[in-house]
Structure formats: structure tokens, C-alpha cells
């Protein structure tokens, strides 16, 4: 990422993930696997961060991410 990218990234304060979170991490953590970018699928850990993040907000933001992500993909390598 470049610096003007992480500036605005989220980053969450750990200390106030709710255990449940947590726990459903440790349990999809063996299941996670890399993205292709230029195709990008919501994951089930997507989804647990963005509950825990976004709350009802989640599915909404999810969806942008991405359609933004595919989109700034494909603009780079089309």
C-alpha cells in the first residue's frame, strides 16, 4: 500500500474486538486463502471483520469494497 492508502485505511483498536470475533477468526483462519484481485469474492472472514467493524453497515460496505477493488484492479493490469 502506498502511504496516502494506509493513511486511510481502518484499522481496528484490538483491545475492543468482541470475543465472539475472535473466535470466529481462529475458526475460519485454516480456510482463508489469497484473492485475485481482478475478481474478487467476499469471504467468509470479510464478512466476520465486517460485522465486527461496520455492524449494520456491514453488507452495504462489503459490496462497495469489492466492486471498488475489482474495479482499481482491472484499471491497473486490464
Known amino acids: 500500500m ?3 492508502d494506509i493513511e486511510k485505511t481502518y484499522i481496528p483498536v484490538l483491545d475492543s474486538i468482541s470475543q465472539e470475533t475472535i473466535d470466529a477468526l481462529i475458526a475460519e483462519n485454516d ?3 489469497f484473492l485475485t484481485l481482478a475478481t ?3 469471504r467468509e472472514v470479510d464478512r466476520i471483520w465486517a460485522n465486527e ?3 449494520e453497515n ?7 469494497a469489492r466492486r471498488m477493488l475489482e474495479y ?4 491497473r493490469n486490464p
Open 2 to 4: 502506498e502511504v496516502s
Open 58 to 64: 456491514a453488507e452495504e460496505l462489503l459490496n462497495s
Open 31 to 33: 480456510s482463508i486463502e
Open 53 to 55: 467493524l461496520f455492524r
Open 40 to 42: 474478487p469474492e467476499i
Open 72 to 75: 482499481l484492479a482491472n484499471r
